[in-house]
């Protein structure tokens, strides 16, 4: 499985009614587009205080590395980052992305905590 995890810094003045109608479009994908196992999005209420701008965020959960390949160019993700475009602020680090592979859950090679 491969998560998928997108922070964004969304416009100040974007309206509520907007961001939920990215939100809403990026769950669809789930629906049209093969291989997609979950996704879960919202915005940041982290009291740490290390937010750096990002307002708002999403998981995305894929079967492997082929479903995220076919989700990339795939049409239905392109009309979601329209929705995305509408809310982001201009600046050029308004989106963090990064991705890792979860192969087995209940065993972590580097990060295991007992």
Same mark, same amino acid.
């Given at each position: 499985?491969?998560?998928?995890?997108?922070? +964004?810094?969304?416009?100040?003045?974007?309206?509520?009614?907007?961001?939920? #109608? +990215?939100?809403? #479009?990026?769950?669809?994908?789930?629906e049209?587009?093969?291989?997609?196992?979950?996704?879960?999005?919202g915005?940041?209420?982290?009291?740490?205080?290390?937010?750096?701008?990002? %307002?708002?965020?999403f %998981? +995305?959960?894929?079967?492997?590395?082929?479903?995220?390949?076919?989700?990339?160019?795939? @049409?239905?993700?392109?009309? #979601?980052?329209e929705? +995305?475009?509408?809310?982001?602020?201009?600046?050029?680090?308004?989106?963090?992305?990064?991705?890792? @592979?979860?192969?087995?859950?209940? %065993?972590?090679?580097?990060?295991? %905590?007992?």
């Open positions: 499985m491969i998560r998928h995890i997108v922070l +964004m810094k969304c416009q100040a003045d974007a309206s509520q009614k907007d961001i939920q #109608a +990215m939100f809403a #479009a990026l769950a669809a994908l789930e049209s587009i093969p291989g997609i196992l979950a996704f879960e999005g915005a940041n209420n982290s009291p740490e205080g290390l937010f750096r701008g990002y %307002t708002h965020g %998981t +995305m959960d894929f079967a492997d590395e082929q479903a995220r390949a076919v989700y990339l160019p795939h @049409p239905e993700h392109k009309k #979601a980052q929705f +995305m475009r509408k809310v982001l602020d201009p600046s050029p680090d308004n989106v963090l992305v990064i991705d890792f @592979p979860i192969e087995d859950t209940d %065993t972590y090679d580097v990060y295991q %905590t007992s």
